[in-house]
């Protein structure tokens, strides 16, 4: 792994004189250079040693331990986000009490979601006339709360259907409104973007929805429709790539995001929307599923998901450490190219189904040409400390979910774990 | 505090001779004994040393720097369990993951989620008949779930608004049904509960329903009123007082609660629903609030809030090692008594304005003769380490939140402060 850490947890009083802690709250301190550490435990009877050697960055203690995880989402998690969350875990920067334990309405952290709200709208560039929401229950939520809050019972919305995630949302919106399918990839087992200029978008759709990356069927928006009606908006679920890549927040009415892909942990969703979008929610409306109240409440209107945002701000601080998502996105190209080569230079050894053009920078679904030896390809991958490889169990084969947190290392590895297994199968 | 650690982060194949680590994967090493140990880093140039002095429990590294939180919720958690999270969040178990990191359909995981409804429905003594789910949203989302499962638009249902919480209920099931508040402790400003021969409950009311505690005002169910209805259920948010004592779920259509003021952090809403009321959603139910969707998926339709749902797991664990659920309200007796006495021998001095036989075990709220103190027995306080007691924005005063892992020396610590700022200020 490319980055790596042993970390020694210490007392907060506590100075080693060559390592100096970043601040007086810092309760581990994390060694980045080869290091011997002498440990001597005196008890009143005797007294043991015991050496840890940190002989250089590869064979340091934590990284040893960790697998490359490809799973869809959940899914892996930047390694300095994680030692910093353990680091602040029983005690936020002196604050004596963990960010679980803090009341949402106080000072600490108030300034914590304020900064994650301030780094991701600095990552995207969203306008100011567009809201930030935290919230919970997942794109799922959301399905429903976009049909009631910006909807009729008797108004028309179109629906991209390029993958399962599209096809729920738009099934969910047929309790509220008048939803259209107006393309689906179904018949090609989603595989496919479609033309846009041959769109037949409803007169008067109040909005036209897409999933901007399907992460079961691996197909992701390149560019994105530019909706009929002027009086409607696109709305994108980029539940699975968001913020992998720069997007222009303009184009669109709403964009909404389950956090657990890319930026955080299950159990945080966040909504971008247009504030003039805001306020229109029927009377049936779940007050939990209306904008406005969380548009008032700055997110607070109940308890939000505290420790779930808390970690979408270090994720969010990190990115923008990356350089921001231009640099993000050129990473995540490499590591795509990188795979999707190896599949294609296979000599159909092993086979991606989708359509070149729009395959996905995150989700790479794939294939054995000899299906009868992907359980051992799976089984022995994880051998390897490459897990979490199956393909979703409705499409089956493989999928690798390579999202911002997979480092180069880990496509590289499974790169040449299927060049080995294919020389070894063909 | 009661129970003190001193913790050092070990790589995992470190073994320490006096010190047995509990597993392969352990991470951390608990100082639990007074323990010196000294510590040496070598680097190419110097050698540097240093001692750590765990002198008794009581000068222990870790508690020094905690303080004692009153919060409302999110409020303190036990330490053993934050400092087991702690140690584990990089590397679960040797999994190689963090649990943010795992997909909720792994085999990790799921002994996570299966672990902690068993030992909840343990805790809970929770008949077969019920069933456990584990969802998102606060209890605010099922203000609006309760009715849209249990009823149709012109059912009846029967609300004792016993403060804000319950008040916030009834609103939001106007939006679904034909809700009655039946007894209303407002113009009492919510300090009473009713007693429950002289309730005129609703001939057909579906269920009745109570706030069990009433977080803001402090007033708290020590007994349940029983549904006229014969075909009614009573329904009860428990978010603050749950798992703070035995209950009896079997009296209970339904019991939900959000999780962050006595067992984990905010972002989990547990539901005990007894199972024949789950299947009768209305069609404009969102798939989310939607019982009989979770209930059938096993909390998993969509991805759950895993890492919260992980942290009540080791709570749960936490209150079983305990002895128990009547163990553990043993200890909140203790500790609300020496409170509400300090109170009450005040002369005046201190004031809780709610009845003596329906106090909260949980929320004590309180205020000064001399409001004008006020601000100042705050700022004192939280000088003392004791932050979080101003009253809710709505009440005004101060709040003493001393749940579960409130430890009873926090509360021996107010009372001492609160007559020692009596004898200044008297």
């Known amino acids: 792994m490319a980055a790596t850490?042993?970390?020694?947890?210490?007392?907060?009083?506590?100075?080693?004189?060559?390592?100096?802690?970043?601040?007086?709250?810092?309760?581990?301190?994390h060694f980045t250079k080869p290091n011997t550490i002498n440990l001597t435990t005196t008890t009143r009877r005797r007294t043991n040693s015991v050496s840890i050697r940190c002989a250089s960055a590869s064979t340091a203690v934590g990284s040893e331990q960790r697998v490359f995880n490809f799973a869809a989402g959940p899914a892996a998690l930047p390694e300095n986000v994680l030692l910093k969350a353990q680091s602040d875990l029983y005690n936020w920067r002196g604050s004596g009490m963990s960010v679980m334990e803090m009341s949402h309405r106080g000072k600490e952290f108030l300034s914590i979601i304020q900064k994650a709200e301030t780094d991701l709208r600095q990552l995207l560039e969203i306008p100011s006339?567009?809201?930030?929401?935290?919230?919970?229950?997942?794109?799922?939520?959301?399905?429903?709360?976009?049909?009631?809050?910006?909807?009729?019972?008797d108004d028309s919305v179109d629906y991209i259907v390029t993958g399962s995630w599209g096809d729920k949302a738009f099934k969910e919106a047929q309790k509220y409104?008048?939803?259209?399918?107006?393309?689906?990839?179904?018949?090609?087992?989603?595989?496919?973007?479609?033309?846009?200029?041959?769109?037949?978008?409803?007169?008067?759709?109040?909005?036209?929805h897409i999933c901007a990356n399907e992460t079961?069927?691996?197909?992701?928006?390149?560019?994105?429709?530019?909706?009929?009606?002027?009086?409607?908006?696109?709305?994108?679920?980029?539940?699975?790539?968001?913020?992998?890549?720069?997007?222009?927040?303009?184009?669109?009415?709403?964009?909404?995001?389950?956090?657990?892909?890319?930026?955080?942990?299950?159990?945080?969703?966040?909504?971008?929307?247009?504030?003039?979008?805001?306020?229109?929610?029927?009377?049936?409306?779940?007050?939990?599923?209306?904008?406005?109240?969380?548009?008032?409440?700055?997110?607070?209107?109940?308890?939000?998901p505290c420790f779930g945002i808390y970690m979408c701000g270090l994720v969010f601080d990190d990115l923008l450490e990356q350089g921001g998502l231009k640099e993000v996105e050129k990473k995540n190209q490499r590591k795509a190219e990188l795979l999707y080569n190896a599949i294609d230079e296979s000599r159909g050894f092993f086979r991606c189904p989708v359509e070149k053009s729009v395959r996905s920078l995150m989700n790479v679904p794939f294939t054995l040409e000899k299906s009868e030896l992907e359980a051992e390809f799976i089984k022995e991958a994880a051998k390897e400390k490459m897990v979490q490889l199956k393909g979703h169990r409705s499409v089956g084969g493989m999928r690798a979910s390579i999202y911002n947190a997979m480092p180069l290392a880990g496509v590289e590895k499974l790169v040449a774990f299927m060049k080995d297994f294919q020389a070894r199968h063909a």
Chains 1, 2 share one sequence.
């Open 5 to 29: 850490t042993n970390s020694f947890l210490i007392g907060n009083q506590t100075k080693i004189p060559s390592l100096k802690p970043k601040s007086i709250s810092q309760s581990f301190i």
């Open 216 to 304: 079961i069927h691996g197909v992701e928006f390149k560019d994105y429709p530019v909706v009929g009606n002027p009086d409607g908006v696109l709305i994108a679920d980029m539940s699975s790539n968001f913020c992998s890549k720069p997007v222009d927040v303009s184009k669109f009415g709403v964009i909404y995001a389950g956090a657990q892909k890319n930026v955080g942990p299950s159990g945080v969703t966040i909504v971008i929307i247009r504030k003039d979008l805001i306020g229109n929610a029927r009377d049936i409306t779940p007050v939990m599923l209306d904008y406005k109240i969380h548009d008032e409440n700055s997110s607070l209107y109940n308890t939000p």
């Open 129 to 153: 006339e567009y809201s930030v929401l935290f919230l919970q229950g997942g794109a799922t939520t959301q399905f429903a709360a976009l049909p009631l809050n910006l909807c009729k019972p």
């Open 177 to 208: 409104c008048n939803p259209k399918v107006i393309w689906s990839g179904k018949s090609e087992k989603y595989t496919k973007v479609p033309s846009f200029d041959g769109l037949e978008q409803s007169t008067h759709a109040k909005y036209l």
